[in-house]
């Protein structure tokens, strides 16, 4: 499993874009790219996958170097409502998920 | 996407007393589940790997005989927490892998809070 690296915590201000790099120099080959959102008591929520290139979707999107030894989180226009913890992490398909701390995400006004 | 359930969302129980918490997979098949717990302030901790018809497999430092998992069906799967303690008194989360997904994403449940008095 490869291990992953995050900011501890981020600010911004609503209607920013904000970019959380995630490293991850040890990554396989096989090994795909997952971001989730947490708030505070509840379970992740699933935002994002991606393999390489840039993914997105209807929430954020996700880029990926040719190395793939980094990725970044990009969420458009953020609310306060995206004040979370946001946690990068990599396997492969039947691997199990183990958290990093995650970084921590806080939307000022 | 992918709905995965919890029940109940809340418990509190006297202390020596068993707790059985439930995850469902509602719109999908689920032959791995897995079980984490979470303390205040602090990142996800993987307890344990639950697979359908078989038994589960724990992370090292996690009580197998304390922590009960069954993996009944493709759908369901249950934490029994036995002998509570108040150190046991935690956030409790499942997640449920979607196997026929291209990307084979896991999905998590809205967790379960345990208070142990």
């Known amino acids: 499993l490869a291990k992953t690296t995050q900011p501890i915590s981020m600010d911004s201000y609503e209607g920013q874009e904000v970019n959380i790099t995630c490293s991850h120099n040890n990554i396989a080959t096989n090994d795909y790219i997952t971001w989730y959102q947490q708030f505070p008591s509840q379970g992740p929520r699933f935002i994002i996958q991606g393999y390489k290139t840039k993914v997105t979707n209807e929430v954020a999107s996700l880029f990926i170097p040719a190395d793939r030894k980094s990725s970044t989180l990009s969420l458009p226009r953020v609310s306060l409502s995206d004040t979370a913890v946001y946690y990068c992490?990599?396997?492969?398909?039947?691997?199990?998920?183990?958290f990093g701390k995650g970084t921590r995400l806080h939307i000022l006004p | 996407g992918a709905v995965v359930s919890q029940h109940p969302s809340r418990v509190i129980c006297k202390s020596g007393t068993s707790v059985k918490i439930e995850c469902r997979s509602l719109?999908?098949?689920?032959?791995?589940m897995f079980w984490y717990r979470q303390f205040p302030k602090q990142s996800l901790m993987l307890m344990a790997t639950?697979?359908?018809?078989?038994?589960?497999?724990?992370e090292q430092g996690v009580e197998k005989d304390k922590f009960l998992i069954n993996h009944a069906s493709l759908t369901l799967s249950t934490l029994t927490v036995t002998s509570a303690h108040p150190e046991d008194s935690s956030f409790y989360i499942c997640?449920?892998?979607?196997?026929?997904?291209?990307?084979?994403?896991?999905?998590f449940g809205p967790g379960t809070r345990l208070t142990v008095l």
């Open positions: 639950s697979n359908e018809g078989s038994k589960a497999t724990y």
């Open positions: 997640s449920a892998r979607d196997s026929t997904a291209s990307t084979d994403t896991q999905y």
């Open positions: 992490l990599v396997g492969a398909r039947d691997d199990k998920i183990i």
């Open positions: 719109d999908f098949q689920a032959t791995t």
